[in-house]
């Protein structure tokens, strides 16, 4: 263990961060003595310079263990405010989890950043395709892992040796596993560790769940087929539902994220950030929601934690001294992609509660079931608070404050089995109120870092840090430059997410410029065909949200969960849904067979009904026909096999 001082040096750009720090007085602690306590052990240690005493408790129950360090006179003072930390680790282990991870599955060999970030920031988009457009090729991947962000930062993981370890630190930190015999964890916090064991994966997302929270139970209505995305209007909605209805797409939802109005910008089509119900862009919205309703049709809206300057709530807000300041306290302006915007100050308990019944009444008042709680990863670190905390230390934590809001919101309104909201952001209590994650802006297109392949190990990373619930934009949201969504990605991506807890679309930040679900009569074939398929797995996923819930086991799990293979803890670009559903997308342009890994047990192709063993096998995979696999053991078998079949018995 060592202990030293850190200057850190932060620079935010439309929610990426630019990171250096300036260590100092790196120092080794010299190990004096291991004594047994009544609870575990005391180890003390000693700065070699001032023989100051460092004191290590570990407390065990049963298997598991609690490792923390007591303050002192250094600590107190300033002259140490950051820790080394080694724990020994096997070079043959596989290593998951730190939130939510795009473009790696096994972190083994990586140092790991544990800081929120803007995953898919416009500065990352632009060096890509000007890569693209000079070399004329699609690059995987842009940006060295050690400065990879995501928008999903937790400091959580797990081994294949069946343990996870948990910091309890909201500060940022580095996890360095690329030394095979030791994993080191760099803190700014004291340490607090769990560690934590089990004799299988269930049981260590059980111990998991029950140490960082329970997601809860979602609304019945979300799994009858699937939810359209429609901007422009009350006339756009009802004209896309009766182009659905002509196609007998099964549809349970519409999602309007412009339900407040918009702004064209030289992004694209975007949300105006004033949440109030925009009546001039959708007349009669109030009785058509009643009217959707009795149809199984419900709405969904769009919020997030920004307001728009030029507004009405911006104006209320400013007077009331509500939104995070800056250093000469003024309203904090941050650039989101080409506009400011303020942020609501949640450490303000008047600014919290103002903003929650915004969420109360503009939006559940209105009929919403549900809306995309967005953002949450900008809190600047050179920002002032209400509350006097250093932003640096809550940073991590503000998508968890946003996610916890949006939670109470419902439960305040008993709406909690009809309402859900779905949240991009997150941190360790993040789990504890938000009902679902979707993964956030994936660009239109193949690429693997940041496209349609993305989703898969991104979806893994965070079941394996406790988060078991989530989905993706069926089709991706991000057009910049060149970049077009095709007939064949968003038909590709929804077969994908028909394998998924919901299965929604999104029209993109240039919906004129991206192929749509009701382009063309294939299009809209395909999505009938989809959207029944998911509507059959109903009782399938709602038995898998229960155990979710109740247990900690993760809805979408990677093919090690069940089945301990070399090639299992490998594998990225496949999944489980659930035990008994084996999931193998197609994620590359123009290709229609892609080779399947199938771990050693019984299998059924869900539309050959040709049977498996275990083994590797080159299979085609038309459009329409992705490749997915039954376990020939479920309970569920005869259920699953059948959900291609026919339309439904209504």
Same mark, same amino acid.
């Given at each position: 263990?060592?202990?030293?001082?850190?200057?850190?040096?932060?620079?935010? +750009?439309?929610?990426?961060?630019k990171?250096?720090?300036?260590?100092?007085?790196?120092?080794?602690?010299?190990l004096?003595e291991i004594?047994?306590?009544?609870f575990?052990?005391?180890?003390?240690?000693?700065?070699?310079?001032?023989?100051?005493?460092?004191?290590?408790?570990v407390?065990?129950?049963?298997?598991?263990?609690?490792?923390?360090?007591l303050?002192?006179?250094?600590?107190?003072?300033?002259?140490?405010?950051?820790?080394?930390i +080694?724990?020994?680790?096997?070079?043959?282990?596989y290593? @998951?989890?730190?939130g939510?991870?795009?473009?790696?599955?096994?972190? =083994?060999?990586?140092?790991?950043?544990?800081w929120?970030?803007?995953?898919q920031?416009?500065?990352?988009?632009?060096?890509?395709?000007? =890569? $693209?457009?000079?070399?004329?090729?699609?690059?995987?991947?842009?940006?060295?892992?050690s400065?990879?962000?995501?928008?999903?930062?937790?400091?959580?993981?797990?081994?294949? =040796?069946l343990?996870?370890?948990?910091?309890?630190?909201?500060?940022?930190?580095e996890?360095?596993?690329?030394?095979?015999?030791?994993?080191?964890? !760099?803190l700014?916090?004291?340490p607090?560790?769990?560690?934590?064991?089990?004799?299988n994966?269930?049981?260590?997302?059980?111990?998991?769940?029950?140490?960082?929270?329970? %997601?809860n139970?979602?609304?019945?209505?979300l799994?009858?087929? /699937?939810?359209?995305?429609?901007?422009g209007?009350?006339?756009?909605?009802?004209?896309?539902?009766?182009i659905?209805?002509?196609y007998?797409?099964?549809v349970c939802?519409?999602? +309007?994220?412009?339900w407040?109005?918009?702004?064209?910008?030289?992004f694209?089509?975007?949300?105006?950030?004033?949440?109030e119900?925009?009546?001039?862009?959708?007349?009669?919205?109030?009785?058509?929601?009643?009217?959707?309703?009795?149809?199984?049709?419900? &709405?969904?809206?769009?919020?997030?934690p920004?307001i728009?300057?030029?507004?009405?709530?911006?104006?209320?807000?400013s007077?009331?001294?509500?939104?995070?300041?800056?250093?000469s306290?003024?309203? !904090?302006?941050?650039?989101i992609? /080409?506009?400011p915007?303020?942020?609501v100050?949640?450490?303000?308990?008047?600014a919290?509660? $103002?903003?929650?019944?915004?969420?109360?009444n503009?939006m559940?008042?209105?009929?919403?079931?549900?809306?995309?709680?967005?953002?949450?990863?900008?809190?600047?670190?050179?920002?002032v608070?209400?509350?006097?905390e250093?932003p640096?230390?809550?940073?991590?934590?503000?998508?968890?404050?946003?996610?916890?809001m949006n939670?109470?919101?419902? !439960?305040?309104?008993?709406?909690e089995?009809?309402?859900?909201?779905?949240?991009? +952001?997150?941190f360790?209590?993040?789990?504890?109120?938000?009902?679902?994650?979707?993964t956030?802006?994936?660009?239109?297109?193949?690429?693997k870092?940041?496209?349609l392949?993305?989703?898969?190990?991104?979806? #893994?990373?965070?079941?394996?840090?406790?988060?078991?619930?989530?989905?993706?934009?069926?089709?991706? @949201?991000?057009?910049?430059?060149?970049?077009?969504?095709?007939k064949?990605? #968003?038909m590709?991506?929804?077969?994908?997410?028909?394998?998924?807890?919901?299965?929604r679309?999104?029209?993109g930040?240039?919906?004129?410029?991206?192929?749509?679900?009701?382009?063309?009569?294939?299009?809209? /074939?395909h999505?009938?065909?989809?959207?029944?398929?998911h509507?059959?797995l109903? *009782?399938?996923?709602k038995?898998?949200v229960k155990?979710c819930?109740?247990?900690g /086991?993760?809805?979408m799990?990677?093919?090690?969960?069940h089945?301990?293979?070399?090639?299992? @803890?490998?594998?990225?670009?496949e999944?489980?849904?659930?035990?008994?559903?084996?999931?193998?997308?197609?994620?590359?342009?123009?290709?229609?067979?892609?080779s399947?890994y199938?771990?050693?047990?019984? $299998?059924?192709h869900?539309?050959s =009904?040709?049977?498996y063993?275990g083994?590797?096998?080159?299979?085609?995979?038309?459009?329409?026909?992705? #490749?997915? &696999?039954?376990r020939?053991?479920?309970? @569920? &078998?005869?259920?699953?096999? %059948?959900?291609?079949?026919?339309?439904? *018995?209504?």
């Amino acid at each position: 263990m060592a202990v030293g001082h850190v200057d850190n040096d932060f620079s935010m +750009s439309r929610g990426s961060f630019k990171y250096k720090k300036k260590i100092s007085n790196k120092t080794w602690l010299d190990l004096q003595e291991i004594s047994e306590s009544d609870f575990g052990y005391i180890l003390r240690y000693s700065y070699p310079k001032t023989s100051e005493e460092f004191l290590i408790h570990v407390l065990i129950k049963g298997s598991d263990m609690h490792i923390f360090m007591l303050p002192n006179k250094m600590i107190d003072n300033g002259v140490c405010n950051c820790y080394w930390i +080694s724990i020994i680790a096997d070079p043959s282990e596989y290593i @998951y989890g730190c939130g939510e991870n795009y473009s790696i599955l096994n972190l =083994k060999g990586e140092n790991v950043r544990i800081w929120v970030a803007e995953h898919q920031n416009t500065l990352r988009i632009t060096k890509k395709l000007i =890569k $693209w457009k000079l070399f004329g090729k699609k690059p995987d991947k842009i940006l060295n892992f050690s400065k990879y962000e995501t928008y999903y930062s937790q400091p959580t993981f797990i081994s294949s =040796k069946l343990f996870f370890v948990h910091v309890n630190t909201t500060s940022y930190s580095e996890f360095d596993f690329r030394d095979g015999n030791r994993t080191v964890l !760099y803190l700014q916090d004291l340490p607090d560790l769990h560690i934590c064991f089990s004799d299988n994966f269930t049981g260590l997302s059980k111990k998991l769940s029950n140490f960082l929270g329970h %997601q809860n139970i979602l609304p019945d209505w979300l799994y009858d087929g /699937t939810i359209i995305a429609v901007q422009g209007g009350t006339d756009k909605i009802e004209e896309k539902i009766r182009i659905s209805n002509q196609y007998d797409i099964k549809v349970c939802g519409v999602w +309007s994220q412009d339900w407040c109005g918009c702004r064209k910008t030289a992004f694209g089509y975007q949300v105006m950030w004033n949440w109030e119900w925009d009546k001039e862009l959708y007349p009669n919205l109030d009785q058509k929601i009643k009217e959707w309703n009795q149809k199984g049709i419900k &709405f969904l809206g769009y919020i997030n934690p920004f307001i728009a300057v030029e507004k009405d709530l911006y104006k209320v807000a400013s007077e009331r001294g509500y939104c995070v300041k800056n250093k000469s306290g003024e309203d !904090y302006m941050v650039t989101i992609t /080409t506009f400011p915007a303020a942020m609501v100050d949640f450490t303000n308990p008047d600014a919290y509660e $103002w903003y929650k019944n915004i969420i109360k009444n503009n939006m559940i008042g209105l009929g919403m079931a549900g809306w995309m709680a967005d953002f949450g990863e900008y809190l600047p670190v050179d920002c002032v608070l209400y509350s006097g905390e250093d932003p640096e230390k809550m940073h991590n934590t503000w998508p968890s404050l946003w996610a916890k809001m949006n939670h109470e919101a419902i !439960y305040e309104t008993k709406k909690e089995s009809e309402v859900f909201f779905f949240t991009r +952001s997150g941190f360790t209590d993040t789990i504890k109120y938000s009902s679902m994650m979707w993964t956030g802006d994936q660009h239109v297109d193949w690429s693997k870092d940041d496209g349609l392949p993305s989703v898969i190990p991104a979806t #893994l990373s965070l079941s394996l840090s406790g988060f078991g619930i989530t989905h993706s934009d069926a089709g991706g @949201y991000t057009t910049v430059m060149q970049m077009r969504r095709t007939k064949e990605l #968003l038909m590709r991506w929804e077969e994908m997410n028909v394998f998924s807890p919901l299965l929604r679309l999104h029209e993109g930040n240039q919906p004129e410029n991206n192929i749509q679900f009701d382009a063309d009569s294939e299009t809209l /074939t395909h999505l009938s065909k989809m959207s029944y398929m998911h509507y059959k797995l109903k *009782n399938y996923l709602k038995y898998l949200v229960k155990m979710c819930s109740e247990e900690g /086991t993760p809805v979408m799990r990677p093919l090690f969960y069940h089945y301990n293979e070399k090639q299992s @803890y490998e594998e990225k670009t496949e999944y489980l849904l659930g035990r008994d559903i084996l999931v193998a997308p197609i994620i590359d342009e123009s290709t229609y067979e892609r080779s399947v890994y199938l771990p050693n047990d019984n $299998w059924v192709h869900l539309f050959s =009904k040709t049977g498996y063993e275990g083994g590797i096998y080159k299979l085609k995979s038309p459009i329409g026909e992705p #490749l997915v &696999f039954i376990r020939k053991n479920s309970d @569920y &078998f005869s259920e699953l096999i %059948q959900i291609t079949e026919g339309r439904v *018995n209504e």
